[in-house]
């Protein structure tokens, strides 16, 4: 791991993002802590999972950094309490990127399906978490206006400006409704049956770049660029992982899909929306 941050983007002006590291390892906290205030970021520290969700309720830090193997639970288990336990509802989007010194392609695969954003192995070069960081943030605070998406990705941004034009057509979608699933792009914002369903910032992204193409199938390759961008364009466990989750909160049968298809190894699609 590598501390030169002189090419590494800031956070937007005027707005200090905070991060909440989560690492047993005392040796990786005292060097994240300096890296990333370095860089400009306020950090929060915690040992455990219990202290990681108490300092989450009362800070509510802008993205977590969780490391998998804490001493009291595993970080996939304090991922699913955020995304699932109704004591955190108000910080259940929260990004989370996962910091484990686990490599192993099923592990990954689990940690996605808790909940996490991204997935990191130790060791890291700091610029490459650096970038990711900075990319999971601008996802989740991206803007619908084109203007403002190119503000929050500030001078540095990695994604293109033909990615920002993707993500504000998609944010413009029109409202898609299918049986009692609804998808409002632009609020965002999602209803099933009449009820409100949270969903993550990438779910929501993913349920956007869909609801802009509703009735026809997606490349993988194009959510992926769209969803997260160019350096996730081939990262085909993210996507899957990701539409695991969201047929699990808007599917009556996760395993026999009414609304999120799939073309298996080609792509997938929202079911061709209710004529009005």
């Known amino acids: 791991m590598t501390a030169d941050t002189r090419s590494t983007p800031l956070p937007p002006p005027g707005r200090r993002t905070t991060i909440l590291v989560v690492d047993d390892e005392r040796s990786y906290r005292v060097l994240l802590e300096m ?7 306020r950090i929060l520290l915690a040992e455990n999972g219990a202290d990681a969700l108490e300092l989450l309720v009362r ?18 288990d304090v991922c699913r309490r955020i995304r699932s336990q109704p004591t955190y509802a108000a910080h259940a989007t929260v990004p989370i990127i996962m910091v484990t010194a686990r490599a192993e392609q099923s592990q990954k695969v689990r940690g996605l399906l808790s909940g996490a954003d991204d997935y990191v192995t130790k060791p890291f070069d700091l610029g490459e978490l650096l970038a990711r960081i900075q990319a999971v943030l601008r996802r989740s605070l991206q803007p619908a ?16 400006g033909a990615t920002r034009e993707t993500d504000a057509l998609d944010a413009h979608a029109p409202t898609y409704r299918h049986g009692g699933l609804l998808v409002d792009p632009a609020a965002p914002r999602v209803v099933l049956n009449g009820g409100e369903v949270t969903c993550t910032p990438d779910e929501h992204r993913l349920l956007a770049a869909l609801a802009a ?6 490349m993988q390759d194009e959510l992926l660029r769209r969803v997260w961008g160019p ?8 996507l899957h992982t990701t539409m695991w989750r969201l047929r699990k909160k808007l599917e009556p049968n996760p395993g026999r899909p009414l609304h999120l298809l799939a073309l298996p190894g080609v792509g997938y699609s929202l079911a061709a929306p209710d004529v009005t």
């Open 35 to 41: 890296s990333l205030r370095r860089a400009g970021y």
């Open 59 to 76: 800070e509510s830090p802008d993205l977590l950094l969780l490391d998998l193997r804490l001493p009291d639970m595993d970080g996939e």
């Open 145 to 160: 206006s084109p203007s403002a998406a190119s503000a929050a990705g500030g001078p540095g941004s990695a994604a293109s």
């Open 213 to 218: 193409s509703a009735g026809r199938v997606v």
């Open 231 to 238: 350096d996730h364009q081939h990262n085909t466990a993210l």
